[in-house]
């Protein structure tokens, strides 16, 4: 069983571009969650997805920042005109339905590393 | 979401050691805390999780004690190994029947010295 998938691992962009960053859970999960990690900081929720619904985006930033999970394909955090302080490690991961032995835990994938430059 | 808080920032133990992490925890409504293993450059592993319920959990050379009153809880790793070397967080969430976004400690560089 394939874990979570993130891409790209690594993604530069210039201040005023957009990044978008792909999560696909694992299989059988229908539950996305996703994070940023700044150096030397432990990891901050952003926001939590369900299949074509955002169920909490109390973390994430008013403007610039969204989140989809389609019924079909990756969740993608979406990020428009970055600028230098969007900089970090950004986390996908997901858990399993409602009612799974391990509903409450989270898988994590490897990563984005953002760069802006 | 509160906050948790870790403690220490970084800490060095000999081969064969006990290393302990401490969190403390503000919100009364977290109900799962799981702690996490994250080596450079990869993303964080689930190491072992807790509920309120019980005292202590133990799995392997690797122990949660959680005190509910106090709203602490600490991970031990017994017979400490180089390859145990990595950054740790203690993480918490509430449990209201549904999956919540974790709130994470801030991370310990644990190295273990040969």
């Known amino acids: 069983n394939a874990g979570v998938m993130q891409n790209p691992r690594h993604l530069v962009r210039r201040r005023g571009q957009e990044a978008r960053l792909r999560c696909s859970p694992m299989?059988?999960?229908?539950?996305v969650y996703w994070y940023r990690q700044l150096p030397e900081e432990g990891l901050k929720f952003m926001v939590y997805?369900?299949?074509?619904?955002?169920?909490?985006e109390s973390g994430m930033p008013k403007e610039r920042f969204s989140a989809e999970f389609p019924k079909e394909g990756p969740s993608i955090l979406r990020i428009q005109q970055v600028v230098r302080g969007d900089s970090a490690a950004y986390f996908c991961?997901?858990?399993?339905?409602?009612?799974?032995?391990?509903?409450?835990?989270?898988?994590f994938g490897p990563g984005t590393r953002l760069l802006v430059l | 979401q509160q906050q948790v808080k870790q403690s220490p920032q970084s800490l060095i133990v000999q081969k064969g050691g006990i290393s302990i992490i401490n969190c403390a925890y503000e919100?009364?409504?977290?109900?799962?805390f799981p702690w996490y293993q994250q080596f450079p450059g990869k993303g964080p592993a689930l190491l072992i999780a807790?509920?309120?319920d019980v005292s202590e959990k133990k799995e392997g050379r690797f122990t949660i004690s959680f005190n509910k009153s106090a709203k602490q809880f600490s991970l031990h790793i017994m017979d400490s190994q180089p390859g145990d070397s990595a950054t740790y967080f203690c993480?918490?969430?509430?449990w209201g029947g549904g999956a919540d976004g974790l709130t994470f400690g801030k991370g310990t560089h644990l190295i273990i010295q040969p």
């Open positions: 919100n009364t409504a977290f109900d799962y």
């Open positions: 993480a918490a969430s509430p």
């Open positions: 997805l369900q299949k074509e619904n955002i169920i909490d």
């Open positions: 299989k059988g999960h229908s539950h």
């Open positions: 991961a997901s858990s399993p339905r409602l009612g799974a032995e391990d509903q409450e835990t989270q898988y």
């Open positions: 807790i509920r309120p």
